[in-house]
């Protein structure tokens, strides 16, 4: 997992309440256990015209021209705006690995679905939940001003906009260390790997039957 420290990203605002994992990543594209690939289809019905399936040439599929996503000047946005309650509906962990395949390395919303946050901090994303008022206001600068973009600051636990404005967001401790040095579930296992490595040696002699 790539490490997060700061984030100096241009932001989409997706200015929707509820968004549940269906409409991040749809159903019919959930037959890969791999992280990669679900990039393209991300938000998938909301940014084509017809019905997409696993395999099919998205280049050649007509975009919606309304979806924001689609718009040129959020193109490379890797800080996603949106609204309450985002990732609701099933726990899919194929929607924080869409959203991340996208170029989306943190998400700003007033609430999250509880497994959704969790699931992006195990995958590299950092969800940051501000106060309804704030997001609002972030949502009337992006509206304002092409190219927006803002820095977040992880070790500093800030996010500061264009303007200079320092927002402070809460994190729970050790999923900041995690996303700092970079460590999933597994990379939290190998920091002891020699101590794993011991331990399977002393095994073997104690118990060597169980291993012929």
Not at 30 to 43: D, E, M, Q, V, Y
């Amino acid at each position: 997992m790539d490490k997060f420290t700061k984030l100096d990203g241009l932001v989409a605002p997706l200015d929707r309440a509820n968004v549940d994992t269906d409409a991040i990543i749809p159903k019919q594209f959930l037959k890969s256990i791999k992280r990669s690939g679900f990039g393209p289809n991300a938000f998938d019905e909301w940014r084509y015209l017809n019905h997409g399936e696993p395999g099919m040439d998205n280049s050649k599929r007509p975009v919606n021209p309304d979806f924001v996503l689609n718009q040129p000047r959020y193109h490379g946005a890797s800080v996603l705006l949106t609204r309450e309650n985002f990732g609701c509906g099933s726990s899919r962990e194929h929607a924080p690995w869409a959203l991340l395949d996208y170029g989306f390395r943190a998400i700003i919303a007033p609430s999250f679905a509880d497994i959704f946050f969790n699931n992006c901090f195990k995958n590299g994303i950092l969800p940051i939940k501000l106060d309804a008022a704030i997001v609002d206001q972030l949502f009337n600068e992006v509206a304002g001003q092409e190219g927006y973009k803002l820095t977040v600051d992880l070790e500093n636990q800030v996010v500061v906009t264009p303007s200079g404005q320092r927002i402070a967001f809460e994190v729970d401790a050790h999923r900041k260390y995690c996303l700092l040095n970079g460590f999933d579930d597994i990379g939290l296992t190998l920091r002891h790997v020699d101590a794993i490595k011991a331990f399977e040696a002393k095994y073997k002699v104690a118990q060597p039957w169980l291993f012929n």
